[in-house]
């Protein structure tokens, strides 16, 4: 199981939890994982394609995964995947 990080703007999803194991060999199946489980997170994660949506950036272990292979970068068992929405402001 991967440890993925809840930011507080998803945390009403996750019931308040901080941080959920999710099981998964690649960030693609984490996230795939981690929506089938709290599916309330589909619509701020998960874009028309399927994919992360554009604004959601993704880092395994503090490395930005679009510098890795992206969501099919490999996640281990003691891997922590962080899911940050980018925040607007004015």
């Given at each position: 199981?991967?440890?993925?990080?809840?930011?507080?703007?998803?945390?009403?999803?996750?019931?308040?939890?901080?941080?959920?194991?999710?099981?998964?060999?690649?960030?693609?199946?984490?996230?795939?994982?981690?929506?089938?489980?709290?599916?309330?997170?589909?619509?701020?994660?998960?874009?028309?394609?399927?994919?992360?949506?554009?604004?959601?950036?993704?880092?395994?272990?503090?490395t930005?995964?679009?510098?890795?292979?992206?969501?099919?970068?490999?996640?281990?068992?003691?891997?922590?995947?962080?899911?940050?929405?980018?925040?607007?402001g004015?």
């Amino acid at each position: 199981m991967s440890l993925v990080r809840i930011p507080p703007t998803l945390r009403t999803a996750t019931g308040g939890e901080k941080r959920v194991e999710v099981a998964g060999t690649t960030v693609r199946e984490v996230v795939s994982a981690l929506v089938v489980a709290y599916p309330g997170l589909e619509a701020q994660l998960i874009g028309q394609d399927g994919d992360l949506n554009p604004f959601v950036n993704a880092f395994l272990n503090d490395t930005d995964i679009r510098h890795l292979e992206g969501l099919d970068t490999p996640v281990g068992d003691r891997d922590t995947l962080s899911l940050l929405p980018a925040m607007a402001g004015g």
